[in-house]
């Protein structure tokens, strides 16, 4: 230790020559070589794409009654016809375009949810862990508070108090399931707070909100996607649930939870009615997890460099 | 021009260390009065062992830390009398970890830049140029800026870091052990780096380090801290060949035994000092 400053040299910077792969390129790679991401990507994609053109792609109008059509089975069916793919349901209406239409509402509403519960989570997680003391104990005691509430229960009871609508039932979660967006921010925080590269912007007399938003929050921000797709699915299964027992989103709107709801009555021998949106509502989460697993797994420092 | 670059006066901090739910906690003066001098342009290299106290120093130095007593004086101006911009035009730091010291999700133009953009400095284009003059300056290829920090080696981070620090003309650097990170052969690179800069620029620097061998051929005079408090202090030559404090003794000889391994000897007894002083 003590030469190396009596052998002082003059070396010329030449260690330069680390090779040089775009950031894109070898996150492309990563993202390529990981199945579960892949397919789940392609599948969520798909059912965002289909949800969005389904005005286009829907062959009949999601409202229209026909009560001289009801309860068509499927295409694959003996009884089924082209005219109605996957059938028809109690009051005649096309599932297919049911399906479709359902997509847009579970995708909304699972976003919007995790927007508004993302925003409020991290907010709270991240002013605990970056100002820790007094705010932290009081913002750990909200957290506290809202993790020894029941989920499902809280949604149902609220939801019969103010009556279900789209609006309302984003409304619910969004300010349901913020706890583990606030408890992924306030750890991950914690760990970069007292980064050096914190402290450097803090010297050259950058705001409080400046740290926060611009240094801090970008590189919190792939844990908080993966919480973000976890919260997606659990909403577009409580939205499910909470339709299902005719607390969420009302009648008539198509969606997957309530088309189940509705099917109830004939899933012993129409056992269509059910299995179509059930299969939906599973594929749709299922693809969203696998795209989590997916993120979390390409975050994860292991698979850095 | 202000007498003294930087003055610290009686400057201390405490530390409460908790121990558990239902015990008192202790008290740990993690800096214990110390007062310090550095004239415009001087080096003054700052020793002791890991612990004892100095990157709180430099901290309260930089204004990321409050004192509980005492008072940080830049070009003989309170720290506290002006903002944090005004201050950091003046005193800027370099630190230990090239590591962590640099935003990974930003690239290194953008790192470079960042102090003129929060200083508000000149126009998109003039800022583009002082990142390249001041890349130029610090020995780091221009082709890297685009580049982010995980893309570049440790010695190369360090320049980065150091050329962040230098975009707004400080006069005075504080370097919190700015090479004990880096390999040995960089850090002869750096430290090149960091003399060549003060001669060009006219730097005042406070340089921090465990190693007396590490400041041996930078510094203008040596403050030899233990636990908390400066034990001695001198001139370059003083230090080096007319130690008086035995702890100065003993780290001069760890540095000189040949076989760094050994470390400090186990003479170190802070209580015979004590009564002896
Ligand atoms: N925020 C803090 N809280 C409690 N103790 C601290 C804190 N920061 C530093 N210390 C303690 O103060 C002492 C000095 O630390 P430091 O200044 O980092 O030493 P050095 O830089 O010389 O290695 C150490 O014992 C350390 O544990
Ligand atoms: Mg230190």
Known sequence: MSDSTSTVSTAPSANTFLPVVPEWRRMMNRFLGHRGLLMGSIILGLIVVLAILAPWLAPHDPYLQNISQRMIPPVWHEKGSWEHIFGTDKLGRDYLSRLLYGARISLTIGLSAALISGLIGTTLGVLAGYFGGRVDAVISYIITTRLAMPVVLVALAMSALVGGSLQMVIILLGLLLWDRFAVVARSTTQQLRDAEFIASAKVLGASTTYILVRELLPNILS?????????????????????????????????WGLMISEGKAYMFFKTWVIAIPGIALMVLVLAINLVGDGLRDMNAPEGRN | MSEYALELSNLSRHFYLKNGAFKEPTLLKAVDGISLRIRPGETLGLVGESGCGKST??????????????????????????????????????????????????????????????????????????????????GLPERLLKNYPGQLSGGQRQRVAIARALILKPSILVCDEPTSALDVSVQAQILNLLMDLKKELGLTYLFISHNLGVVEHLVD??????????????????????????????LLSSVLTPEPALGLPEVLDSSTWDKAS
Request: aromatic share 4%; no cysteine; charged share 20%.
């Open chain 2, 221 to 250: 005079r040596v403050a030899v801290m233990y636990r908390g408090k400066i034990v001695e202090q001198g001139t370059r030559e003083q230090i080096f060949q007319n130690a008086q404090h035995p702890y100065t003794q003993a």
């Open chain 2, 57 to 138: 120093l430099a901290k309260m130095i930089l204004g990321l830390l409050e004192p509980t007593n005492g008072d940080v004086l830049i070009n003989d101006k309170a720290r506290g009398s002006s903002s944090r911009l005004s201050m950091s035009r003046q005193l800027q730091p370099i630190f230990q970890d090239p590591y962590s010291s640099l935003n990974p999700r930003k690239t290194i133009e953008q790192i470079i830049r960042l102090p003129l953009q929060l200083h508000k400095i000149g126009d998109a284009k003039s800022q583009q140029k002082a990142v390249k003059d001041i890349s130029d300056l610090v």
């Open chain 1, 223 to 255: 844990a908080l996607i993966v919480v973000m797709t976890l919260e997606m699915a659990h909403a577009i299964l409580l939205e499910a649930t909470l339709s299902f027992l005719g607390l969420g989103v009302q009648p008539p709107m198509p969606s």
